[in-house]
């Protein structure tokens, strides 16, 4: 049985499903537009018995929860554009290091300093390349507030179960709009928590491949000792620049997400099934989308709407069929061009794709949307 409907912004319903999620630390640092979520966080934690810290910076910040997670416990942060790139460095090396903690970016309008307090789509690729080298990534972009509150959970989840940091993109307007959710109890949310090792301390190796390629996880302070570095390393975690070592684990790195994408990929499709026309949207672009599909869809355009919510690794592979299946693929997006990048990648032609681009810090609107179809067709 569900609560009763209470009215919560985004921001607000990241931090209750981080809580919920298990999340006993935040290490963050104020920047518009997510500083709600740890003003939040900084309010609640220690009422479950965690703890909140204000960092000196967003370099900081990253460190803290990555600490803080080695050491047991649920870990996540928050930021905006500037402080997302300032993040990189720490993010590359909870990726290599395989620490599971979770970003969430309140994506605004760039570059630098831009526009703090207006929306914006524009650190799409950033999540997927923004710190250096070959690295896989999660990315989950909700569209409504339920969802802000689901993929939240999945995000700590996603990172208990594969040892990895997954990024949550929000953007201002779904981040600051409030609406009225009725949110689960805690019995009926899903909960995953890292997998432990079994070995004793002499046999364990931190970085050792396994089955599903996610190594067990000891946490600090538990008996295991074991070495954490930035360094390319072998299954101990000892510094190696042995070429077969060190591809070896790359490798395996990668097939966490490639082994495991049914589990990770999730979308919402309406009105596909005979479709002649499609939008692929995300993010508070999603909702618009969906409004002008319904638009289109009663004057009798055959039109649907593909919403990825995991946004990385990009859904290639249905992405592709889609392509196959309709003549014209419209990308509505709060950038010059990002994802609609990949779907061109993936569409080889089978479809013509369109971008429909909008900066500025305005979203764009579902008339905007049904315009541009009704001008193509």
Excluded at 34 to 41: D, G, L, P, Y
Excluded at 118 to 124: E, I, L, T
Excluded at 333 to 343: A, F, R, S
Aim: aromatic residues 6%; proline residues 6%; negative net charge.
């Amino acid at each position: 049985m569900s609560k009763r409907m209470e009215l919560y912004s985004g921001n607000e319903l990241v931090a209750e499903a981080a809580i919920a999620a298990g999340c006993r630390f935040f290490g963050g640092y104020p920047i518009t537009p997510s500083s709600e979520i740890a003003e939040r966080m900084s309010k609640f934690l220690p009422q479950v018995g965690g703890r909140f810290i204000q960092m000196e910076d967003e370099i900081a910040s990253m460190g803290a929860i990555i600490g803080a997670s080695l050491a047991g416990e649920k870990s996540m942060t928050a930021t905006s554009g500037p402080g997302f790139s300032l993040k990189q460095e720490n993010l590359g090396f909870a990726m290599i290091a395989e620490v599971p903690c979770v970003i969430v970016n309140v994506m605004r309008g760039g570059p630098s300093t831009g526009l703090p307090t207006a929306p914006s789509q524009s650190d799409v690729m950033q999540a997927r390349w923004g710190t250096h080298g070959d690295h896989p990534v999660i990315a989950l972009a909700p569209s409504y507030m339920r969802e802000i509150f689901d993929e939240t959970v999945r995000a700590f989840n996603l990172a208990e179960k594969y040892r990895m940091p997954v990024i949550l993109l929000l953007d201002e307007v779904i981040a600051h709009l409030h609406e009225g959710v009725a949110l689960p109890e805690s019995d009926e949310i899903e909960i995953v928590n890292r997998k432990k090792p079994t070995v004793s301390r002499e046999e364990y190796e931190p970085y050792a491949d396994t089955k599903d390629h996610v190594p067990p996880m000891a946490n600090f302070f538990e008996g295991y000792r074991y070495h954490v570095t930035g360094l390319s390393h072998n299954p101990k975690g000892l510094p190696s620049t042995d070429f077969e070592v060190v591809h070896a684990i790359q490798v395996r790195r990668q097939k966490k997400i490639t082994e495991h994408l049914d589990d990770i990929l999730k979308w919402e499709e309406r009105s596909m099934e005979d479709a002649e026309i499609a939008i692929i949207a995300y993010g508070s672009i999603g909702r618009s989308a969906t409004d002008a599909v319904e638009h289109l869809r009663a004057e009798g355009v055959k039109i649907g709407l593909f919403r990825p919510l995991t946004l990385w690794p990009f859904p290639e592979k249905r992405v592709a069929e889609i392509a196959r299946q309709v003549k014209r693929i419209f990308v509505p997006e709060m950038n010059l061009g990002q994802l609609v990048l990949e779907v061109e990648r993936m569409a080889k032609g089978d479809a013509e794709v369109i971008g429909i681009n909008q900066v500025g810090g305005v979203m764009i609107r579902p008339r905007e949307i049904v315009s541009r179809v009704k001008e193509v067709a």
